[in-house]
């Protein structure tokens, strides 16, 4: 079965460093991974997406991601955190069929 | 293009009374998803349809729930009767397929039932 396990709850970073929330995965097949990001009070935006093409992703607003399929991960980094990062972070597996599972989030805090 | 929307964006209901939530999709995908999104539970799928037809509503927590698409650009979600428990961010997605699965979510619907 597939499931994706977002390894904090919570990181905090000030304003201009690297910025790294983790996400294993688990997957009978080749997966598709994606993360999310949700600004308070909104939607959720895609970040980017893995789908067994290249295995370093580049997404919007400078974020990437890394597929590392002998660790199991699907990390995202940033190489300097800006305020307006500040968010909820999801990372998402593709169910069998058409369905997305969604981990339980990371909560990104930037301080000045 | 513009993405999904919900309306309403926020309501505020009585314990008993029905609830409708909408939904319109991007315009050409062929298939849209109901979640639900809690603090306790997370993100949760309660049906997704394709082509207008309810694929899978297993997510959906019981019978007072009950969703729809009559057509291509519309879907509805409703509770009745509602209770306190349901108050939760209810998001409408839509995705096209032929893609790479990704699903685009609306700006979501505040729930609160009193």
């Known amino acids: 079965a597939q499931s994706v396990t977002q390894l904090d709850s919570h990181v905090s970073v000030s304003e201009g460093t690297p910025v790294l929330l983790r996400c294993n995965y688990s997957?009978?097949?080749?997966?598709?991974l994606f993360w999310y990001v949700q600004h308070p009070n909104k939607g959720l935006q895609l970040l980017l997406k893995?789908?067994?093409?290249?295995?370093l992703v580049k997404g919007i607003n400078g974020f990437e991601a890394e597929f590392k399929k002998s660790e199991t991960s699907f990390h995202l980094t940033k190489p300097s955190a800006h305020m307006s990062d500040a968010a909820e972070y999801f990372c998402?597996?593709?169910?069998?069929?058409?369905?997305?599972?969604f981990g339980k989030g990371t909560t990104l805090s930037v301080s000045s | 293009d513009a993405g999904v929307i919900q309306s309403p964006r926020h309501e505020v209901t009585e314990m008993g009374q029905e609830v409708t939530l909408r939904c319109k999709p991007i315009?050409?995908?062929?298939?849209l998803f109901w979640y639900r999104q809690t603090m306790m539970r997370g993100l949760e799928l309660l049906i997704y349809?394709?082509?207008?037809?309810?694929?899978?509503d297993s997510g959906m927590p019981e019978d007072r729930f009950s969703a729809k698409m009559p057509n291509a650009s519309f879907s509805t979600l409703k509770i009745q009767p509602s209770e306190p428990r349901d108050s939760a961010v209810y998001f409408c997605?839509?995705?096209?397929?032929?893609?790479?699965?990704?699903?685009?979510f609306g700006p979501g619907t505040r729930l609160t039932v009193t």
């Open positions: 998402v597996v593709r169910k069998a069929g058409t369905a997305l599972i």
């Open positions: 893995y789908t067994s093409a290249a295995t």
């Open positions: 349809f394709n082509n207008n037809v309810p694929i899978d």
């Open positions: 997605a839509s995705r096209e397929s032929g893609t790479s699965y990704e699903q685009y």
């Open positions: 997957s009978s097949y080749s997966p598709s």
């Open positions: 315009s050409g995908h062929d298939y």
